[in-house]
């Protein structure tokens, strides 16, 4: 049986591994060519490595890091942010990334997710779509740009939707409104878009308990879940984690 | 020294970096004659099914076919598995290598496709590949199309039907999940070739 996920994130910011709250307030919590092997040894299923500042910076993305990054990590591999062109994703590929994460560029141009699919296949493309709530009083999200700095007004299921019929092989979906709160993961949104589309779902934002984990498995039907601060300050750890989601019922790779 | 033939099909320094990580000489080359002076062949690749065209333009089918001759150990890895078998679903126009039967299908709609993540190998026939590797372990497949189960076949996987996980035909190897991104068990596998 496939088994559900669970992928640490890395927010690079100037070569450090950094996190916040909202998608702001950034704390330092290390090197991401020390962190990345660590985390897999420990049962992380896969490793995501965020620039977060490359796209607002106007700056290509951290080939260098990318590099040290993959040298010893022998399970799958994704890096975004900066990724603007088919020549970016190139790069970081070429690097010893396996899938490039794509977001504010796609969004630009949506041609962008059809050109990596058609050059190295559409598992190696994660569009990754940050969401809002419209308002209090609309229960529908919008796609949020730069980092959750730009609206863009598009509705999330008519752009996951447009993603998926480009050649998209994953979603990465981020709630905003639950980034770095530990409330939890918005299991009624992941659960929208997971029946809308036919490729997987990595959900994210929120991750606080095992609890949540479990949840969004079973009520936001997700492929896999992505988490960064649980890891990072030994809230929570992948063997603990994994235990308590097989004892609930939860297929994942464990022992590993 | 092993060849990991490059045809323009995808990350190719994931396999480099894993066989680096081992010890064992490699070199990505589509250069004929570098691959048959090579030891061992590693056909990676992944993507779509008409990528492997591309062996064909380079002049890679035939000194493959020598090489499966001369009894040189190769091993296909995913899309390079698949390229063993007759055809694929996937680009119905291309021939494969044809040394094993069958033509790779689709996933059906009853799942998500792609088929990506760890899934767990019923291994029917540990052969030489799964030394110190047992049924049930882990592996990371992504892949959208599945080859079927044959007499060659040494380890089975499960998703919406029971594709070929593995096989082995005397020197010929191919696994459809990725060993050089499925952690220790992965490198495990490689190392059994290695050590052919």
């Known amino acids: ?256 | 020294m092993i060849a990991i033939l490059d045809y323009d099909a995808g990350n190719l320094t994931s396999v480099k970096k894993a066989l680096d990580y081992l010890g064992s000489p490699c070199v990505v080359t589509s250069n004929l004659r570098e691959v048959e002076r090579a030891d061992k062949v590693v056909l990676p690749g992944v993507g779509h099914f008409s990528a492997t065209s591309n062996i064909e333009a380079r002049g890679l089918r035939t000194v493959v076919r020598q090489a499966i001759s001369r009894k040189i150990p190769l091993l296909g890895i995913c899309l390079g598995m698949q390229w063993m078998f007759d055809s694929s679903e996937e680009a119905p126009g291309i021939v494969g290598l044809a040394l094993l039967r069958g033509q790779c299908q689709r996933f059906s709609d009853q799942v998500k496709v792609p088929h990506v993540g760890w899934n767990r190998l019923q291994v029917r026939d540990s052969g030489r590949l799964f030394r110190n590797i047992p049924s049930g372990t882990f592996m990371y497949f992504t892949h959208s199309y599945w080859a079927p189960v044959i007499e060659f076949t040494t380890a089975e996987c499960e998703y919406g039907s029971t594709f070929s996980a593995a096989i082995e035909r005397g020197t010929l190897f191919g696994v459809q999940f990725h060993p050089e991104k499925s952690g220790d068990p992965g490198l495990m596998l490689l190392r059994n070739f290695c050590e052919l």
């Open chain 1, 1 to 256: 049986m496939l088994t559900k996920r669970i992928i640490a994130c890395l927010d690079v910011d100037a070569g450090r591994v950094v996190k916040g709250v909202h998608f702001a307030d950034l704390r330092d919590a290390g090197d991401p060519a020390e962190l990345a092997p660590a985390y897999s040894r420990s049962g992380a299923d896969e490793i995501i490595l965020l620039d977060i500042s490359a796209t607002n910076q106007e700056r290509s993305t951290l080939i260098e890091i990318v590099r040290k990054t993959a040298q010893h990590l022998f399970v799958p591999f994704t890096v975004g942010g900066g990724i603007r062109s088919l020549d970016d994703a190139a790069a970081v590929i070429d690097a010893g990334a396996d899938k490039v994460a794509v977001n504010s560029a796609a969004l630009k141009d949506p041609a962008l997710i059809s050109q990596i699919a058609r050059r190295y296949g559409s598992q190696a493309v994660v569009v990754a779509v940050d969401v809002k709530l419209f308002s209090e009083s609309c229960a529908k999200h919008e796609v949020w740009a730069c980092g959750g700095r730009q609206r863009t007004g598009k509705e999330v299921l008519a752009w996951v939707g447009e993603a998926e019929d480009r050649g998209a092989g994953e979603i990465l979906l981020t709630s905003i409104d639950r980034d770095g709160t530990g409330d939890g993961f918005d299991c009624e949104l992941t659960s929208s878009v997971a029946v809308a589309v036919r490729i997987p779902i990595i959900a994210s934002g929120g991750a606080g308990s095992t609890r949540h984990f479990v949840q969004v498995f079973q009520e936001g039907k997700a492929d896999a879940a992505l988490a960064a601060s649980v890891f990072h300050y030994g809230i929570n750890t992948f063997s603990g984690l994994k235990q308590e989601l097989a004892v609930a019922g939860v297929p994942v790779r464990w022992p590993c």
